[in-house]
Structure formats: structure tokens, C-alpha cells
């Protein structure tokens, strides 16, 4: 494939037109945004506003006057609408690894005569971190268990309570059947969390059409809601009545501007609130989900996948010594493709300072995210063209690639 093909394939793409409405520096290709997505054009300028006006002239008179109070359920029912929920069952707030939490206790505490939380080897870390701290802090009422993602079904049994997984691993993009390994859980009497930090604003999900119990994820990757931006939590409705919250903070109270010292759960989806919402970063989270719900995410994911095929057709055609470590059917995997290489930081390393931005995952994974709004056909073929000639020149053996950075 030649480059004008490329670029005539970027030309007929419906989504082009939102690549403007990007912040995106001139000469960097970047394909992390599965890691932090790019800036929309209207969050400064919105920002701005929340700063000098609604914080500086209306100051505390803005949690009513500016809506402030409202801004978790807001923010959480356009979310909704990205993950196949209803409006009441989905709330921005706190961190994706607090909301593991509380999905992860809600569910054990919906099934009190199970002991076991179950995930697969190898999920993102916080995930398996947060079942280890909720085991330790039962005092040995319940027992985390990790392993490989093809044993999980058959580790379905009576003794468990909650069955916890990413859609989309966050080292190789792979897919987990969503809807039969819910079915699989309910069959045997678990409640399923899925964590959607690498799904949500990248693929079509619909939590209530496979019946999951919870979901969490973040803002921050594919909804370009800036770096630490505000979470999200989702439960489904037949559910709402029979959990008590364990992080049971002021927020989540029926009536947290009655100041009562017993605590009361909020009605709903409400009772998963937890503290004070930070403002600024629900303001820019809004900014793009107000971007991202103008797309049409079937068009989203055709591109997605299409740029993921081009990415695999083109190393394979330029480069060797690279091993795929996604999987190559793209109905089996996320907005990304991971490639290995034993020298993978270093060549990482060396794509950067080119202005080609992935990331690097230990041990070996160098990783691409596919953001179709704002991602090009030519992109992708920049990309190989700087990896090829870092391969053939070996620019990545100098020496000031091999210093690990703290964030890699």
C-alpha cells in the first residue's frame, strides 16, 4: 500500500472533520491516546470559565448557580449513553481504582455466603490491587484468585462471589466476550465488574443488554477528559436498594446537607458518591463527553479497526523482529496493537524523540492507541516509516534511550 492510497483512504473518512477540534502539535504523530487522550479545543477556553468566573466571581454560590452539585450525575448520564446504560445507573466520581472498590465490596456484599473474588492473571494491576487489599481487610472471609483468562470459566463455581475483568487488556488489546462470560458468572451465581478504562469512547458496550452487574473506568483515555480526570461507576438498577455503600462519604447520603451522624445511602445510583466532586476536572471530562457523544461510534469503531489492520499489514511488510502480541482478528481486539521486542523501551524510547508517541509496557510491549477521532491512515504510516528507519539505522542502541523514565 502507497502513501497515496493512505492518504485517500483519510480523505474519504467520515470522522475527519473532528481531528480540527483537537489540540495536536505540529510534527508529532501521537498514538497514546489510550493512555491520555489529546486536548478538545473548547476545554481551555471552558476551564477558564469555571476558573475565573464560576470559582472566582460566584465562588461557593456556584455548587447551585453554575450546577456544580448536579455535575456526577451529569457527567454520568452521558456516559451512560457510551456504554449501553440507563441515565440513573452511572455516576462520574473519585478514581477507577476507588470505584474497583466499591464495586468489588458491593458485589461480595451482595453474595455473603461466597468467599472468593476472581480475576485473570496478568489484568492492569489495580484491579488485582484493590481484590488484595479487600481480601486482607475481610480478615480471611474472602480470598482473591487470579488466573489465566481461559481457566476463568471453568473457576466459576458456587464459592464464587465476584467474577472482575477488563474488556480490553490493557497490554494486548484483546477482547473479552463480554456477554458470555456474564452468562457464564450468573449461571453460577456471581455478579460480574467489568472494568472499561480501555473500552469505554473506543467500541460499542452495552452493560444492560449483557446484564452485567457493575462497570467502572476512566476519563482520561478514550473520553479526553484530561490527565487524572474524574472516574465513573456503574450498577445496574435491580441492585441499587440492596447495597451499603463501604465507602459510605458524605456525598453519597441521602441528604448530605442534613449533616446527620448516621449515615443514610443516597437514593439510586447516588449511594456510590463518595466525597466532594472536584470541579475542574468534571468541567474538562464534559468537554469530551460532549465531543465524543457527536460521533457516531459505529463509525468510530470501523475506523478503529481499520487503522489497526493497516498498522499490522505495514509492520509485517516493513519490519522483522517485532512479534504481535495482539490479536490480529480486529472483532477480537480494542483501538490499540501491541507489538514485542526484547529491546522494546529503548526502541520506544528512540520513536519519541522522533515525535512518534506510543508507550512502553513491561517487559517487552511496545504499545499503539488508535483514537479514531483524531487519528489518521497517515499517521500510522509516519509511524512505521520512523520505527523502520530507527531499526535499520539502530538509533535505538544509543545510549540516552535506555534510562528508564518514571512513567514509561
Known amino acids: ?27 508529532v504523530v501521537y498514538l497514546d491516546g489510550n493512555s491520555l487522550g489529546a486536548l ?59 470505584n474497583v472498590f466499591k464495586a468489588l465490596s458491593a458485589a461480595v456484599q451482595l453474595r455473603p455466603g461466597r468467599s472468593i473474588i476472581l480475576s485473570e492473571t496478568g489484568n492492569f494491576p489495580t484491579d488485582a490491587y ?20 481461559n481457566e ?8 464464587v462471589a465476584a467474577l472482575l475483568l477488563t474488556q480490553t487488556h490493557y497490554k494486548t488489546g484483546r477482547l473479552h466476550d463480554m456477554a458470555a462470560l456474564t452468562r457464564a458468572a450468573h449461571a453460577a451465581g456471581a455478579l460480574v ?24 473506568g476512566c476519563g482520561y483515555k478514550y473520553l479526553n477528559g484530561g490527565p487524572g480526570a474524574p472516574a465513573f461507576l456503574f450498577c445496574a438498577e435491580r441492585h441499587h436498594a440492596h447495597v451499603f455503600p463501604s465507602l459510605s462519604g458524605w456525598f453519597g447520603h441521602a441528604a448530605p446537607f ?41 463509525a468510530i469503531r470501523l475506523k ?11 509492520i509485517e511488510a516493513r519490519l522483522t523482529g517485532f512479534e504481535l502480541a495482539s490479536p490480529r482478528d480486529a472483532a477480537r481486539r480494542g483501538s490499540q496493537v501491541s507489538i514485542c521486542h526484547k529491546h522494546g523501551y529503548a526502541i ?33 504510516w509516519l509511524a512505521i516509516e520512523a520505527l523502520a528507519e530507527i531499526m535499520q539505522t539502530g538509533e535505538w542502541r544509543e545510549d540516552r534511550f535506555a534510562t528508564r523514565s518514571a512513567v514509561t
Open 193 to 216: 465488574i467489568w472494568d472499561l478504562s480501555h473500552s469505554a469512547g473506543a467500541l460499542p458496550v452495552d452493560l444492560n443488554g449483557c446484564e452485567a452487574d457493575f462497570a467502572v
Open 130 to 149: 484493590m481484590m488484595q487489599g479487600l481480601a486482607h481487610f475481610s480478615g480471611g472471609r474472602l480470598t482473591q484468585k487470579l488466573l489465566p483468562a
Open 304 to 314: 478503529s479497526q481499520a487503522l489497526g489492520d493497516l498498522f499490522i499489514a505495514l
Open 348 to 380: 520506544m524510547q528512540a520513536l519519541i524523540a522522533r515525535g512518534v508517541i506510543g508507550d512502553f509496557r513491561a517487559p517487552d510491549i511496545l504499545r499503539f492507541g488508535f483514537t479514531p477521532l483524531y487519528t489518521r491512515y497517515e499517521d500510522v
Open 258 to 298: 442534613a449533616f446527620d451522624d448516621a449515615y443514610e445511602p443516597g437514593a439510586g445510583i447516588d449511594r456510590f458518591q463518595c466525597g466532594t466532586p472536584g470541579i475542574l476536572g468534571m468541567a474538562a471530562l464534559e468537554c469530551g463527553l460532549d465531543l465524543m457523544l457527536e460521533a457516531d461510534m459505529a
Open 1 to 27: 500500500m502507497d502513501l497515496d492510497t493512505i492518504r485517500a483512504m483519510d480523505a474519504a473518512d467520515p470522522l475527519r472533520e473532528f481531528r480540527e477540534r483537537f489540540e495536536l502539535p505540529e510534527g
Open 152 to 159: 476463568i470459566p471453568a473457576a466459576l463455581n458456587d464459592q
Open 40 to 98: 478538545p479545543r473548547v476545554t481551555a477556553a471552558r476551564m477558564t470559565d469555571v476558573v475565573s468566573r464560576e470559582w472566582g466571581q460566584d465562588l461557593i454560590r456556584s455548587w447551585n448557580s453554575n450546577h456544580w452539585i448536579d455535575a456526577p450525575r451529569r457527567l454520568g448520564s452521558k456516559i451512560a449513553r457510551l456504554i449501553g446504560a440507563r441515565n440513573h445507573e452511572v455516576v462520574a466520581a473519585d478514581s477507577t481504582s476507588i
